[in-house]
């Protein structure tokens, strides 16, 4: 009888899970189907649910993401500009006119398929000279897509070859465009007298090396720009999350690369001014104050006491009395006040650190262990256990996540 009311338990929470799982509730779906697991290990359909509710958390949590960073990325093309006065022209912005022309001069080029070399130098030494804006990388990503476009437009066998098909774009690498397009450009055709047949000779060295320091160009540009944009996104990002250290970090190694870039400067300036505004305000429940304010003793001070004076030794009374060099305990003679322990290094004098709020570990705690039910419904034992031992950590007395790692730590051996 013991046995049907687990069983009934175990279904009755199976059916539970099933209907959040159905009305979208992917986290708490994922709870439950554990908890059928921890009732009944062997109850059918349960992994396999807890495993689709898993993949469907993910998806949800991938496309959220995707959202915020979609929305994040608009936010900064809406930003303002020199134009409109919002940050002063940096030494560098008087040049994007000149770099944007020569950008049009490559997209002008590409119409014409006899024209493409022409059109790559040309877009290479624009990229070398793009400044590190958000809207002259917006530029960039556009010009790249519509080459791209123009170069599948010249070559449509291409689009049928299973190393780019499927891609569309500005998704492709323009360096490994260059060298499909060109070399092929280059290769000849030349008579074989084994082959008795006109037979395709490839690109001479020289040309070949020469395509080959193109592409390589353009890719390393490419990725240098995009990651010094995807740099100063973060940036823009921590700032807007109230994280100014982390933003001043990311902001100044914009500025590495390019120190006159003129909006790492005035974002730097905001940061560091919000920075100083914010500093009176921060306060950890762990932080020492700088400054340990005296204790307000008593008005009327002790009286000093007078320094012990140091007795002489007596060797022969230490001999006289073995116990005293065995060990035994010293007295303190009458009047004398015990000596106070020096503070330690280690422990420096404050006032104690204010308590954790234990709702926040609890959070946390849940947080860390529906991370840990993802990873165990994907398979990932190692990440599930250590989400779980995390989650002890912070919350030891949390409901399910002991027997969870017990159960991923038998199903690890």
């Known amino acids: 009888m013991a046995v049907n009311a687990y069983t009934f338990r175990a279904e009755r929470l199976y059916h539970q899970s099933l209907s959040l799982l159905e009305a979208g509730q992917y986290e708490r779906a994922l709870e439950g189907f554990m908890d059928v697991l921890l009732e009944d290990p062997s109850y059918p359909g349960a992994k396999e649910q807890m495993r689709k509710a898993a993949r469907e958390a993910v998806k949800r949590e991938w496309r959220a993401s995707r959202q915020e960073r979609d929305a994040l990325m608009e936010e900064i093309r809406n930003l303002a500009g020199p134009s409109d006065g919002a940050w002063p022209a940096g030494p560098g912005a008087g040049d994007i006119a000149g770099w944007k022309a020569s950008l049009d001069k490559a997209l002008a080029l590409a119409q014409d398929p006899a024209d493409l070399e022409k059109a790559f130098r040309a877009y290479a030494k624009a990229m070398a000279k793009t400044p590190v804006t958000y809207r002259a990388m917006q530029m960039l990503s556009t010009a790249k897509s ?179 060099a065995q060990g035994r305990r010293a007295t303190r003679p009458v009047g004398q006040e015990p000596a106070q322990p020096k503070p330690s290094a280690d422990k420096p004098s404050g006032r104690s650190p204010a308590p954790v709020d234990p709702a926040v570990m609890q959070e946390w705690g849940q947080d860390l262990y529906r991370r840990g039910l993802k990873a165990y419904s994907l398979g990932k034992l190692d990440e599930a256990i250590e989400y779980w031992n995390n989650c002890l950590g912070v919350y030891p007395d949390h409901p399910k996540a002991k027997k969870a790692l017990e159960r991923a730590m038998r199903e690890k051996k």
């Open 146 to 324: 519509e080459l791209q476009k123009k170069v599948l437009e010249h070559h449509p066998a291409m689009g049928e070859d299973p190393k780019w098909k499927g891609k569309w774009p500005g998704s492709m690498k323009t360096g490994e465009l260059v060298e499909a397009v060109l070399l092929e450009r280059y290769n000849t055709l030349a008579w074989s007298e084994s082959d008795k047949d006109m037979v395709t000779r490839p690109a001479r060295r020289e040309d070949a090396q020469r395509i080959r320091e193109l592409a390589a160009e353009i890719d390393d540009s490419e990725k240098a720009k995009s990651g010094l944009l995807w740099t100063a996104v973060q940036a823009f990002h921590q700032f807007k999350k109230d994280r100014f250290q982390e933003s001043a970090k990311l902001w100044n190694k914009v500025l590495e690369e390019d120190p006159q870039n003129a909006e790492a400067t005035f974002y730097l300036s905001r940061v560091e001014a919000a920075m100083k505004a914010a500093e009176p305000k921060r306060v950890s429940a762990y932080a020492r104050p700088d400054k340990v304010e005296p204790i307000a003793w008593p008005s009327a001070p002790a009286e000093p006491e007078a320094a012990p004076q140091p007795r002489a030794r007596n060797d022969a009374a230490v001999k006289a009395k073995p116990g005293a």
